[in-house]
């Protein structure tokens, strides 16, 4: 049974740091290409990043290139996002989500939500 | 970069056919993927590829490309097909992965 959760969201000023921790289980971590995925209130969905399985291969949307890092953990099966100079439009719910490609996206969590007020 | 292009709203009556579409130049070289999303909830894959459904998903969905235009039909659809469905591609420029802004799906 493959189960997919975030953690780490919560309330931040704007200018402000958070990282996001990501948990998988049920399938080959290693293989999968993973993303963050974010959405928020009341828009679409947006791609933030993916990592592909070695870690090798990063992309980033250009909305965050330089302030976010992403980065994985194969041996705990996990997934990061190190989110810096945060910006009220970053307010957001941040889904973690998997494939054995960029796309499709076949594993999902149920997402963290990240504010960024003052 | 790209864009993916969706028709923002679209209905229809129960047990009836539905087509939502998805355009855009990536579509000429890579298959799009389509996502339900319920209100509240994570979005789910329904179908990606050229026609292939993930492990759990009813066989009323399905897949056609043709083009730049990518579409997902409901072949009788149900009260809790009632969602929004996104489709996504990877950018041919880019390598980056794009998404559609999303077709609000109503059940009449």
């Known amino acids: 049974q493959v189960q997919v959760a975030e953690s780490g969201g919560g309330l931040v000023k704007p200018g402000g740091s958070l990282r996001l921790s990501c948990t998988a289980s049920g399938f080959t971590f290693s293989d999968y290409f993973m993303n963050w995925i974010r959405q928020a209130p009341g828009k679409g969905l947006e791609w933030v990043s993916y990592i592909s399985g070695s870690g090798r291969t990063i992309y980033y949307a250009d909305s965050v290139k330089g302030r976010f890092t992403i980065s994985r953990d194969n041996a705990n099966n996990s997934l990061y996002l190190q989110m810096k100079s945060l910006r009220d439009d970053d307010t957001a719910v941040y889904y973690c989500?998997?494939?054995?490609?960029?796309?499709?996206?076949?594993?999902w969590g149920q997402g963290v939500l990240v504010a960024v007020s003052s | 970069s790209s864009e993916l292009t969706q028709d923002s709203a679209v209905s229809v009556a129960l047990g009836q056919k539905v087509r939502i579409t998805c355009q855009g130049d990536s579509l000429r070289i890579f298959f799009a993927s389509w996502y339900q999303q319920r209100p509240g909830q994570a979005p789910v894959l329904v179908v990606y590829?050229?026609?292939n459904r993930p492990s759990g998903i009813p066989d009323r969905f399905s897949a056609s490309n043709s083009g730049n235009t990518a579409s997902l039909t409901i072949t009788g659809a149900q009260a809790e097909d009632e969602a929004d469905y996104y489709c996504n591609s990877r950018d041919s420029n880019s390598n980056h992965v794009i998404f559609g802004r999303g077709t609000k799906l109503t059940v009449l």
């Open positions: 590829g050229e026609n």
């Open positions: 989500a998997g494939g054995d490609s960029p796309t499709p996206q076949e594993y």
